[in-house]
């Protein structure tokens, strides 16, 4: 039997945290993460992500953030807007 070459794009594990709930997905270290963001999202723009403190792009990669095997990002919910704003009545 032949041997076995090593694989020159290893795979990481990385999990998604969102309230408790947890998912780990296998991505190559160049993997865009629009695609593990399109799997985890019920609706996509939904939520945001974040790695030590750092926003996740969609257009990012592991490999750009030193992502490790193991490694976890955090999702929140998008919250767009919100805010108050008074408008004062005119005077009489």
Same mark, same amino acid.
């Given at each position: 039997?032949?041997?076995?070459?090593?694989? @020159?794009? &290893?795979?990481?594990? *990385?999990?998604?945290?969102? /309230?408790?709930?947890?998912? =780990?997905? #296998?991505?190559?270290? @160049?993997? &865009?993460?629009?695609? *593990?963001?399109?799997?985890? /999202?019920?609706?996509?723009? =939904?939520? #945001?992500?974040?790695?030590?403190?750092?926003?996740?792009?969609?257009?990012?990669?592991?490999?750009?953030?030193?992502?490790?095997?193991?490694?976890?990002?955090?999702?929140?919910?998008?919250?767009?807007?919100?805010?108050?704003?008074?408008?004062?009545?005119?005077?009489?």
């Amino acid at each position: 039997m032949g041997e076995q070459g090593e694989d @020159v794009k &290893p795979k990481l594990n *990385v999990t998604i945290e969102y /309230e408790g709930q947890t998912c =780990t997905v #296998k991505v190559k270290a @160049v993997t &865009p993460f629009a695609k *593990v963001f399109g799997a985890a /999202e019920k609706e996509p723009g =939904t939520l #945001k992500y974040l790695f030590e403190g750092q926003r996740v792009l969609p257009e990012m990669t592991p490999a750009e953030l030193g992502m490790e095997d193991g490694d976890t990002i955090d999702a929140h919910l998008e919250q767009l807007g919100g805010g108050y704003y008074h408008c004062p009545r005119p005077s009489a």
